[in-house]
């Protein structure tokens, strides 16, 4: 059996560095997909990726959705972690932590970016 070789290529860094940005970017949308739907679907995720509404049919052109802003995910991310501790399944100092770290997050907001919060969008 003959053994295959891998010629180098000169454009792996570039080609490498492409492939972790698209990642970050699903990730993203994932993450904003995540908030404003029960189930994200790999149609979904495609969609909103190539800016297309996250339920479009061929022949429309996409709907412009609300993107979430960061403390808007954070409120949503410590309502669900409420949900936990109040069946005991997380702690109640973890959702104070959880709290101080949405309003530093709010703080650095406004100090930085002299504005009251930040669309996922404007975020690198």
Same mark, same amino acid.
């Given at each position: 059996m003959e053994k295959k070789r891998v010629l180098p290529c000169p454009d792996v860094k570039s080609i490498n560095f492409a492939l972790? /940005?698209?990642?970050?970017?699903?990730? =993203?949308?994932?993450t904003i997909l995540q908030s404003m739907?029960?189930?994200?679907?790999?149609?979904?995720? /495609?969609?909103?990726?190539?800016?297309?509404?996250?339920?479009?049919?061929?022949? =429309?052109? &996409?709907? =412009?959705? &609300?993107i979430p802003t960061l403390l808007e995910l954070a409120s949503l991310h410590i309502d669900g972690f409420t949900l936990l501790v109040e069946k005991n399944l997380r702690s109640k100092e973890t959702l104070k932590q959880w709290k101080s770290t949405k309003k530093k997050i709010a703080e650095f907001i406004i100090h930085t970016f002299k504005s009251e919060d930040l669309e996922l969008s404007e975020i690198d």
């Open positions: 972790n /940005r698209i990642q970050c970017e699903l990730e =993203k949308h994932f739907h029960e189930v994200v679907s790999p149609l979904m995720l /495609r969609n909103s990726y190539i800016n297309l509404s996250t339920d479009h049919n061929e022949g =429309k052109e &996409k709907t =412009k959705d &609300k």
